[in-house]
């Protein structure tokens, strides 16, 4: 299947300081394609890739899994890795675990990661249905744009392939209990009126993580897509001074612009 237009991945080859962005679930990378265009104008290398199954139709989702979502994640770090001296993971929702499960994995080779309303747990009654559910129901209703400002437009899926919504919530308690092997510094950035992630799940990842530089920030004015949402630009301009303290040669001239 074709990609939805304006859902397409992005890459941007900047200096020696890389950033993988990861977007979430039954989502695309056009939610987070502000701020990967917004760091790639400040001279960093950008990685936001198009995760399997997504950005085409839902039906595309039911045959793939975290497995899939993951190692795509996973490969392009490591080529960020291989190109970059330092190297930032963030992530919206879904794509704030994988950044935690990539952290936890990796290491030293990621140096910070910034993560806006991560998912930790699928909640309500209906998770602990979905074993059998989904063999009887292939959908449900979609959680895509949840966005508070007016005429701003999510592009994702408007139903939750219950196949992959099982997967995802596997997924989560895999990437819980290994919460504690993340050390890396983290800046956190959550909405209150979140109407897909309660806040419950920043605070739960804030607990169980080993991480001692941690900074939290509300997003007052925002709903969960909250790069796309009023608070975009705070996201941005927070992320970019998380980078400048992490990794000191960003702004300077000739260190990642290769002016």
């Known amino acids: 299947m074709p990609v939805l237009p304006g859902a397409e991945p992005f890459r941007h080859e900047g200096g ?60 392009e770090l ?4 291989e190109r970059c ?27 910070g990661l910034v993560l806006v309303n991560p998912g930790n747990k699928v909640h309500g009654l209906a998770a602990y249905a979905l074993p059998v559910v989904r063999h009887l129901l292939p959908s449900t209703k979609g959680v895509a744009n949840d966005i508070a400002l007016e005429g701003s437009e999510e592009i994702g899926y408007d139903r939750v392939p219950l196949h992959a919504a099982h997967a995802l919530r596997n997924f989560f308690r895999l990437v819980d ?10 800046l956190l950035l959550h909405s209150p009126q979140d109407h897909v992630v309660p806040p419950a799940d920043s605070a739960r990842i804030l607990s169980r993580v080993s991480s001692t530089d941690v900074e939290e920030i509300l997003l007052e004015q925002s709903y969960h897509v909250a790069t796309l949402d009023h608070d975009a630009e705070r996201i941005f301009d927070e992320s970019l001074s998380f980078i400048g303290r992490l990794a000191p040669s960003v702004g300077k001239k000739g260190s990642t612009s290769g002016g």
């Open 16 to 75: 020696e300081v890389g950033v993988l962005l990861c977007h979430g679930f039954t989502g695309s990378p056009q939610s987070l394609r502000p701020w990967a265009e917004h760091l790639a104008e400040h001279g960093l290398t950008v990685s936001l890739p198009l995760l399997p199954g997504h950005g085409t139709r839902w039906q595309d989702m039911q045959v793939t899994g975290w497995q899939d979502w993951y190692a795509e994640v996973d490969r």
């Open 78 to 81: 490591r080529a960020l890795s």
């Open 85 to 111: 001296r330092q190297v930032f993971v963030f992530g919206l929702s879904m794509g704030g675990a994988l950044a935690l499960r990539l952290a936890a994995k990796h290491g030293d080779a990621i140096t």
């Open 177 to 186: 209990a290994d919460l504690p092997q993340v050390t890396q510094p983290i």
